[in-house]
RNA sequence: UGUCCGAUGGUGUAAUGGUAGCACUGCAGAUUUUGGUUCUGCCGGUCAAGGUUCGAACCCUUGUCGGACAACCA
């Protein structure tokens, strides 16, 4: 990377940490880290915030980034989630280093390491029941009480352990203990439990296991297997570090160490980030499943037309750190417009139509305009857009009694047709109700964009399509999903109370100009003065 | 009454003992055939009190506030 000297981003603390293991030449000077989601919903823009952290690393320290799936639960994962994880991962530009990993290729191995923890008098198999466990263990400010799985002796804990792997107990009438120390402050080391026995099909592994590790042995573990350096993970696990150091100061036999490293997760205004509440959403049909484009989910971004270098920059921009954070979720919609507005093509589309005659412009003559693709790029050309007599411009763009500050059409006014003519306002027809249903203009022909001789200067350019020669299409709004800030923030309310009612409005009498009949699922155009849309995914011809 | 972590404008994030900067937002103006974009300017901050030091956002102490931890989830 070659960046001058005073442009230099400063390093955010994990790229200081990593930058001075470097310097010591820990771990022989490697630098591997992972992202390790559990396949059990979609990647949200929380997890997009961590995959560019890990996987961007890896790229600017010369390094690897494996992906793993963290799928030591069955009871819940599947892979409907795996597929749709590596998909997200790969739109958003990433590649992942060899292929991808599976925390439950390491049973065996885990197994091993147990038994031989066993062995060495540091794991019991308890079975008591699950609440005495859990009152065993206490409260964090006083001490827990010891098992008397505790004294059990080696050979008990093995056959009963395997006869745990077996099959031969029900689920929850045992589990396997680390022996820490129940008097520890810290919760995580009063003998926490590495195994339970659990009779579930696993996605990958079948029906072979009837018992499954924890999330402590399996992870610290899953990351020495592949020789992870740097394993970056989010503030809730801050707790869990001196019992991941723990389990691998037992397994270790030379000097590498994965180290664990914490930063605060993404929070957004206006949104929930819980896959648990995500899935509420889905379930009980508010969205209209994952990737709604509603949801912040990156299957959502993207159908709302994200794309993803809008989401790489915001991840760039919200930065890292170790404080909680709220970020303005209109610093997403920055990131997306900015992108967009350099690589949308600007076209018409008018969203609620009226009808404008130009009485002086002739009945059956159409005249190709020429109009500039996109005035940040020049690269991308022009387009032909038909003229006629009869056209439609936004209802909101004229009014009967215009305050001066409207700059737009009114009874008297001029207003240029962008890419056309200048119009001035005759006259206007109200139907039965008193809604405006046509107005009536004339044309000046001096006034034709490009070749302008007139010397005229108006404040208002309007957009419009032909009526003749455009065609009907769906227009779908979106709004933010939540009308309050923090819908998850309220302790008597549920968060379902604050779902905007107007998140989604579908708009079904659009006029749009000829040219975008031939738009692509995926394609993203700005409607000019009005938004940045997208072809969606259920269009039709 | 425990342990751990954190605290810089409205929101994020830099400054790592030496001029508190950047981005978003907001406000004002300029340009503009998008009330867009772009450009310029402005508003606005070191949680508190002590200490160390020539000098502290930064180091130390105490306090305050916020968060995490008591699933056979991850």
Redesign the pocket.
């Known amino acids: 990377m070659d960046i001058p000297e005073n442009e230099k981003r400063?390093?955010?603390?994990i790229e200081?940490i990593i930058e001075e293991n470097l310097r010591e030449n820990k771990n022989e000077g490697r630098i591997h880290l992972r992202f390790?989601?559990?396949p059990?919903g979609y990647l949200h823009i929380g997890h997009a915030k961590s995959i560019c952290l890990n996987f961007g690393l890896a790229e600017s320290y010369n390094g690897l980034c494996n992906l793993r799936f963290?799928?030591?639960?069955p009871?819940?994962e599947d892979v409907e989630y795996v597929d749709s994880i590596m998909e997200d991962i790969k739109w958003l530009g990433f590649e992942w280093n060899d292929k991808p990993y599976y925390?439950s290729d390491y049973f065996e191995q885990l197994y091993e390491w147990a038994v031989e923890f066993i062995k060495q008098g540091k794991a019991y198999v308890?079975?008591?029941?699950?609440e005495l466990?859990?009152e065993q263990?206490?409260?964090?400010?006083?001490p827990g009480v010891e098992s008397p799985g505790r004294k059990r002796s080696v050979e008990e804990n093995l056959k009963l352990f395997a006869a745990m792997k077996n099959g031969e107990y029900p689920?929850?009438?045992?589990?396997l203990r680390a022996k820490v120390d129940m008097a520890s402050?810290?919760?995580?080391m009063r003998d926490?439990?590495m195994y339970?026995?659990?009779h579930q099909k696993h996605h990958r592994t079948g029906d072979k296991w009837n018992i499954?590790?924890?999330?402590?042995w399996?992870?610290g573990q899953s990351d020495f297997i592949e020789g992870i350096t740097h394993s970056v993970c989010t503030?809730?696990?801050?707790?869990?570090?001196p019992l991941y150091n723990w389990f691998l100061d037992q397994i270790a036999t030379t000097s590498y160490r994965p180290r664990q490293i914490?930063f605060?997760r993404l929070?957004l205004?206006y949104t929930v980030m819980s896959k648990r509440k995500l899935l509420e959403l889905v379930k009980d049909k508010h969205v209209k499943g994952w990737d709604d484009p509603r949801m912040p989910t990156i299957s959502g971004l993207r159908r709302r037309g994200y794309t993803p270098e809008s989401l790489r920059s915001f991840a760039d921009?919200?930065?890292?750190?170790?404080?909680?954070?709220?970020?303005?979720v209109?610093?997403l919609e920055?990131s997306v417009?900015?992108h967009l507005?350099?690589i949308a093509p600007?076209v018409f589309g008018v969203l609620n139509p009226v009808k404008v005659v130009i009485t002086n412009y002739p009945e059956d003559k159409v005249e190709v305009m020429d109009l500039i693709n996109?005035?940040?790029d020049e690269a991308a050309g022009s387009r032909s857009v038909p003229f006629t007599r009869e056209i439609y411009i936004e209802r909101e763009d004229f009014m009967e009694d215009a305050p001066k500050?409207?700059?737009?059409m009114g009874p008297g006014r001029e207003v240029?047709?962008?890419?056309?003519?200048?119009v001035k306002c005759e006259d206007f027809k109200k139907d039965a109700d008193g809604n405006i249903s046509e107005i009536y203009c004339t044309y000046d022909p001096e006034?034709?964009?490009?070749?302008?001789t007139s010397g005229k200067?108006?404040?208002?350019?309007?957009?419009w399509v032909s009526a003749t020669n455009s065609f009907d299409a769906e227009i779908r709004l979106y709004d933010r999903l939540f009308s309050d800030e923090d819908p998850a923030g309220h302790k008597e309310v549920d968060f379902k109370e604050f779902l905007n009612p107007e998140s989604l409005k579908v708009l079904s009498n659009c006029k749009l100009e000829p040219s975008l009949k031939e738009a692509k699922v995926g394609d993203k155009f700005?409607?000019?003065?009005?938004g940045y849309f997208c072809v969606d995914k259920d269009s039709t011809e």
């Open positions: 400063s390093l955010n603390f200081s390790p989601p559990e059990n963290d799928d030591t639960n009871e819940k925390a308890d079975d008591q029941p699950q466990i859990r263990r206490g409260v964090p400010t006083s689920d929850g009438s045992m589990v402050p810290n919760m995580h926490p439990i339970r026995i659990l499954y590790p924890m999330y402590d399996a992870h503030l809730e696990f801050e707790v869990h570090r914490e605060a929070n205004s921009r919200i930065g890292v750190a170790k404080r909680d954070n709220v970020i303005d209109g610093l920055f417009r900015e507005n350099k600007r996109n005035p940040e500050k409207f700059f737009r240029r047709l962008k890419g056309a003519y200048i006034t034709k964009s490009g070749s302008d200067k108006v404040k208002g350019t309007l957009h700005q409607f000019q003065r009005l």
